[in-house]
C-alpha cells in the first residue's frame, strides 16, 4: 500500500496525559501536513513541513502542540496535557512540491483522539 | 482573508436524481479549487482539482464541478447519484501563487441518498 497512512487510528486518553500519533507519508512525497477536525467542521490546517523543515504553524497549534518531521519522512504530532477540548480527528496528508503553488494533498485515514 | 462557504450543511436527494453542491470562495487571485469526500469514518478522497484552463473539470466518480470566476463559485455536479455517493464534501481553496500552499476548507454538506 503506498498510500497515506497513520497510527494509531483511535485514541483514548485522560486529560492531562501525553499523546503522541505518527504519519507516513507517500514515500517519494517531500511534503507532509497536519490538520484538525472537530465534528461537523472540515478540516483546519495546523502545519506543514517541506522535507524535514516545518514551514508554518497555525495559531491553532499552542505551545502544547509540538510536530517533527526528523528525517524528512515520517512525522510525529505531540499533544502535551491533553485538554478536553483537543478532542478531534487529527489528519495528515502529503503531497509533492516541484515549486510554487498549491499542489494535490493525499490524506491519510486520520487518528481519532478522545480526551476524557 | 481566504474562506470558503458551502452553504447547505445537509442535502437530501433520491437517488438516480441529479444533484449539485454548491461553494464559494474568497480569494484575492484565481486559486486552486478542491472539491473532496469523505466517507464515515475514512480520510478525505479528492474528486477534482481546477488549476487553471478549461473551466469545467471532470473528476472520479462522475463528479464534475465548473469554476465561475465571475460568482466566485466552484459547485459540484453529478447527473445521477447512487447510494454510494451518501457522505461529506468539501470543497477547499489553496493559493495559486505563493509557496505557502495550505488548503482551506468548507464546513463541508452532508449529502444523504433516499432509495
Known amino acids: 500500500d503506498t498510500g497515506v497512512s497513520q497510527n494509531p487510528r483511535h485514541k483514548i486518553t485522560k486529560r492531562g496525559q501525553n499523546v503522541t500519533f505518527r504519519c507516513d507519508p507517500i514515500?517519494?512525497?517531500?511534503?507532509l501536513y497536519w490538520y484538525r477536525q472537530t465534528l461537523g467542521q472540515g478540516p483546519e490546517f495546523l502545519t506543514y513541513?517541506?522535507?524535514?523543515?516545518?514551514?508554518?504553524k497555525s495559531r491553532l497549534l499552542s505551545d502544547r502542540f509540538s510536530a517533527e518531521r526528523p528525517k524528512g519522512s515520517f512525522s510525529t504530532l505531540e499533544i502535551q496535557r491533553t485538554e478536553q477540548g483537543d478532542s478531534a480527528m487529527y489528519l495528515c496528508?502529503?503531497?509533492?512540491?516541484?515549486?510554487?503553488?498549491?499542489?494535490?494533498?493525499?490524506f491519510g485515514p486520520g487518528t481519532r483522539l478522545t480526551v476524557t | 482573508a481566504q474562506s470558503v462557504t458551502q452553504p447547505d450543511i445537509h442535502i437530501t436527494v433520491s437517488e438516480g436524481a441529479s444533484l449539485e453542491l454548491r461553494c464559494n470562495y474568497s480569494?484575492?487571485?484565481?486559486?486552486?479549487l478542491f472539491w473532496y469526500v469523505q466517507s464515515p469514518g475514512q480520510g478525505l478522497q479528492l474528486l477534482l482539482k481546477?488549476?487553471?484552463?478549461?473551466?469545467l473539470v471532470q473528476g472520479i466518480k462522475g463528479f464534475e464541478a465548473e469554476f465561475k470566476r465571475s460568482q466566485s463559485s466552484f459547485n459540484l455536479r453529478k447527473p445521477s447519484v447512487h447510494w454510494s455517493d451518501a457522505a461529506e464534501y468539501f470543497c477547499?481553496?489553496?493559493?495559486?501563487?505563493?509557496?505557502?500552499?495550505?488548503?482551506?476548507f468548507g464546513k463541508g454538506t452532508r449529502l444523504h441518498i433516499l432509495p
Open positions: 513541513f517541506q522535507n524535514e523543515a516545518q514551514l508554518e
Open positions: 514515500s517519494e512525497h517531500n511534503r
Open positions: 477547499a481553496v489553496g493559493p495559486s501563487m505563493n509557496r505557502d500552499d495550505k488548503i482551506i
Open positions: 481546477y488549476f487553471s484552463g478549461d473551466t
Open positions: 496528508a502529503s503531497s509533492l512540491a516541484r515549486g510554487q503553488g498549491s499542489y494535490e494533498q493525499y
Open positions: 480569494y484575492g487571485a484565481t486559486p486552486y
